[in-house]
């Protein structure tokens, strides 16, 4: 028998190429995009987008980019919505090296400008319209010295690393921004030989994603992320999840936040399944696809799912499809679901870890996934310490949760990380929890101060 590799004996992801140095980005969109050619990777507004198709347009993106002068390192932040283009984006910053950067779309535009500079963006890729706002117009407003700018190279005080703003929509727009169609259009297929010079010098270690923390109560921290993490947890969310290409998930999570990420995009490509998005969330609209595309899976937040539920229309609606969600969601009456066989509640996990560190799989028995978070992950380690010294407490005895791992970020962008992680590498989470005998985590909540 062939000996296991490191990817399934130190990670035990299964389901992943064994090769390490796949755990990239570029080489997970070449894996999926080879593997399930044909197969219809994203539908969105009555638009199918193949596997292939992701792929095609993320290369003409990546070429765009070289266009714009971008290298590798620099950030490319992206304020779209759920949709194709959000995925395209993505890997086409991933394909020349450049650390993509999501911006929230509910963001105030101090909120969005604070990260374009907290980052360095060099390129925004964005689109007009959402929600009843134009961002065109409110970068407008924040930012008058774009209506006397070249959109070939933007000099904007307040932003100084900011040189292009690419919009998906292409009437009417001001000074300032790039049509989509100039963006693509201005790529060269002879620029292909410095993306494959790029792609091939990424490791799984390259940094690859700036997420930012919602930032309630101060600055959002600008989460920095190798590419390992992102690819790691893709596959991992897809074994976790016991998803296979015949699944069809809906997903209300935003792509802007490592969930939305790993577990609707990246875990959906993973097993070749089918991706369902909406921009915007609607419990009536999202009702309507669930049904009509015979969903098997529901990502949403409780308070979505209980808006669809209690949707006049649900209770007339046929959810026979939809068997992989929780047991207690409002939406297990309706799906007809009868008993706990399936859930993601035993798990923990954080944006600075890129979603879980520990969780017990989605079919384990009810009673396992009962009371407690999980169990530390494949190439994770985690600590309870005591909160003020950082001394180790042994199994039974609460304290903080620390991790460290594989999916650990590489630290907070512009803070030494000598202020972030302790001597051994471990992040102090803020968490309270513990680990029991059988070395099952128990989160008790935030601690105080």
Avoid at 217 to 228: M, S
Wanted: charged content about 25%; glycine content about 8%.
């Amino acid at each position: 028998m062939p000996e296991e590799s490191e990817v399934q004996s130190e990670l035990g992801l299964s389901l992943a190429p064994p090769d390490r140095a796949r755990l990239t980005l570029p080489r997970f969109l070449e894996d999926v995009a080879g593997r399930f050619q044909g197969r219809v990777a994203i539908r969105f507004g009555g638009d199918d987008w193949r596997f292939e198709d992701v792929g095609d347009e993320a290369r003409r993106w990546a070429r765009g980019l070289i266009a714009l002068g971008v290298e590798p390192g620099d950030r490319v932040a992206i304020l779209l919505s759920n949709r194709p283009e959000w995925a395209v984006a993505l890997f086409a910053a991933s394909q020349v090296g450049a650390i993509a950067v999501p911006i929230n779309t509910f963001a105030t535009p101090d909120e969005r400008d604070y990260i374009l500079d907290h980052a360095g963006a060099r390129v925004l890729l964005m689109q007009r319209h959402l929600a009843g706002r134009d961002f065109v117009a409110e970068l407008g407003n924040s930012h008058p010295a774009l209506s006397d700018s070249s959109a070939s190279t933007l000099e904007l005080p307040e932003l100084p690393d900011l040189r292009h703003i690419v919009c998906l929509e292409e009437d009417s727009l001001p000074n300032g921004f790039i049509a989509r169609s100039a963006f693509v259009g201005a790529g060269r297929s002879d620029f292909d030989a410095r993306i494959e010079k790029a792609v091939a010098a990424i490791t799984p270690e390259t940094s690859g994603l700036l997420i930012y923390t919602s930032g309630t109560t101060d600055r959002p921290k600008g989460v920095l992320h190798a590419h390992q993490a992102a690819v790691i947890q893709s596959w991992r969310f897809a074994e976790i999840l016991d998803l296979s290409e015949d699944d069809i998930v809906f997903t209300a999570q935003p792509f802007f936040w490592t969930a939305g990420i790993c577990m609707s995009l990246g875990a959906t490509m993973a097993v070749g399944a089918r991706l369902l998005l909406q921009e915007t969330f609607s419990p009536e609209a999202a009702l309507d696809c669930v049904e009509r595309e015979r969903a098997t899976t529901v990502h949403a937040w409780v308070h979505q799912e209980k808006a669809m539920a209690e949707h006049p229309s649900a209770a007339d609606r046929d959810f026979s499809a939809l068997h992989r969600i929780e047991f207690d969601s409002p939406l297990a009456p309706l799906a007809g679901l009868e008993e706990d066989v399936w859930g993601i509640h035993a798990s923990y996990g954080l944006t600075e870890t890129f979603t879980l560190s520990a969780a017990l799989p989605t079919w384990a028995s009810a009673q396992d996934r009962t009371g407690n978070s999980g169990r530390p992950l494949p190439g994770m380690q985690i600590r309870i310490v005591d909160p003020e010294s950082g001394t180790v407490r042994p199994a039974g005895q609460s304290g903080e949760i620390a991790v460290r791992g594989v999916t650990l970020m590489q630290g907070y962008w512009k803070v030494p990380t000598e202020n972030v992680l302790d001597e051994d590498g471990f992040f102090h989470t803020g968490d309270g929890g513990r680990l029991d005998e059988a070395g099952l985590l128990h989160w008790t909540g935030r601690l105080s101060g």
